[in-house]
């Protein structure tokens, strides 16, 4: 069975500029979640979908981060535009169900903004 | 927010020692699941616990859930160079409603060959 996949792995953009990531879960899994995970920290959500609705968008910055997830299957994570504290390794996510269960996790992409 | 607590933050050790890191909060989770996170990798789930007083056991590794369902503890027992890693707590939160995951900080172990 094929793991969540995630491109780019690596991206550096300088402040200001726009990044987008990419992901595509396990198949099957209706639940799909976007982390965002500083240098010596644990994960945390940045927003939860359930098939292609947003289940959980409360610690999204939404005045610079977007993320959609039209057809219930792959997202796309958007930053536009980066700052200097974005830089993080965004990990994306997948599960059967909405709540305790196992989530699955993608290798992550890890963004440098200088 | 619910908030977890991980001690210590970083632990090295030679091999063939035992060890024990710890989860803590002061809110109450209705499972609490514990995730090793390799460099350049995503985090891997290890174990999920349920009930209150509960021990799982996965071949070296102990995990314990709280009798309070508050805090947790994983215990290695001869700690192996492969166990290196990021070890994450992450519980949901009780109550209905609630879907997010609340991860900790992690405990970041180096075992010395």
């Known amino acids: 069975e094929a793991g969540v996949a995630q491109s780019p792995r690596y991206k550096i953009i300088e402040k200001r500029q726009s990044v987008a990531f990419w992901c595509n879960p396990i198949s099957g899994h209706a639940t799909l979640y976007w982390y965002q995970q500083i240098l010596g920290q644990g994960p945390k959500l940045l927003i939860q979908?359930?098939?292609?609705?947003?289940?959980?968008d409360s610690q999204l910055p939404k005045d610079r981060f977007s993320a959609e997830r039209l057809k219930g299957v792959d997202s796309t994570l958007k930053i536009q535009p980066a700052k200097l504290e974005d830089s993080a390794v965004y990990l994306c996510a997948s599960s059967l169900a909405l709540a305790g269960v196992e989530q699955f996790f993608g290798p992550g992409t890890r963004l440098t903004v200088l | 927010t619910q908030l977890l607590e991980q001690s210590p933050q970083f632990l090295s050790i030679q091999e063939g020692e035992n060890l024990t890191v710890y989860c803590n909060s002061s809110?109450?989770?209705?499972?609490l699941q514990w995730y090793r996170q390799e460099p350049g990798e995503g985090p891997v789930l290890l174990v999920t616990?349920?009930?209150?007083?509960e021990v799982k056991k996965l071949k070296r590794l102990t995990f314990q859930f709280g009798d309070a369902r508050k805090d947790s503890s994983l215990h290695i027992t001869a700690a192996q160079p492969g166990d290196t890693g990021l070890y994450l707590c992450a519980g949901l939160p009780s109550g209905a409603g609630s879907y997010q995951l609340t991860f900790g900080k992690g405990t970041k172990l180096s075992v010395i060959p």
């Open positions: 979908f359930q098939n292609n609705g947003v289940v959980d």
């Open positions: 809110s109450v989770f209705s499972s």
């Open positions: 616990v349920v009930t209150g007083g």
